[in-house]
């Protein structure tokens, strides 16, 4: 039993180190949102700073490491499955809808009602329809055909890959453009 906990906990430090350097790869967050396993919110001090004594050690950040990867096993095998890994993605981007959509309500709720109604949701400074239609009516005829609509999908596209934007190409196996 000490043998499988011993080697839980090694396991977990591997993955604590690895979700920290994900996260440090990413953003230059340093891994303080916990690379894969923290989720969507920020590793805060006092959390990490397990005995309170206003600063961190290893041991606390490898014992928060294997908290957030027990938190991901769900079923205690020591190892994380797809289907673990999945339900965990899945929380963490439920969490940042809800985190995005309640600031969107925020920040354009007019009436202060707690919903937008359609006219909240239209910008009011000629950024909606009426622009990407002019920008998508290439020849300015007051129609789009498919050929137009096909050419702004290829600019943007394009101009999306020029500021180093993912698009929808095979970037390999990592999902990151130029691997």
Do not use: C
Not at 26 to 35: A, E, P, Q, V, W
């Amino acid at each position: 039993m000490k043998t499988k906990l011993m080697i839980a906990v090694a396991v977990a430090a591997v993955a604590g180190t690895a979700a920290f350097a994900d996260g440090f790869g990413r953003g230059g967050d340093m891994g303080m949102r916990g690379g894969m396993f923290g989720g969507a919110q920020p590793l805060d001090f006092a959390t990490l700073d397990a005995d309170g004594n206003g600063s961190l050690t290893l041991e606390e950040m490898n014992a928060a490491s294997a908290t957030r990867f027990a938190a991901v096993d769900t079923n205690g095998d020591g190892t994380i499955s797809q289907d673990e890994l999945t339900a965990q993605i899945a929380a963490n981007a439920a969490q940042m809808a809800a985190n995005q959509a309640q600031m969107m309500i925020a920040r354009m709720d007019a009436n202060s009602d707690g919903v937008l109604s359609a006219d909240e949701m239209t910008p009011s400074d000629n950024r909606g329809p009426a622009m990407m239609f002019a920008r998508l009516d290439a020849d300015a005829d007051g129609t789009v055909t498919a050929e137009e609509f096909a050419a702004a999908q290829t600019a943007m596209h394009d101009q999306g890959q020029g500021r180093g934007q993912m698009g929808h190409g095979d970037h390999g196996k990592s999902g990151r453009s130029g691997n």
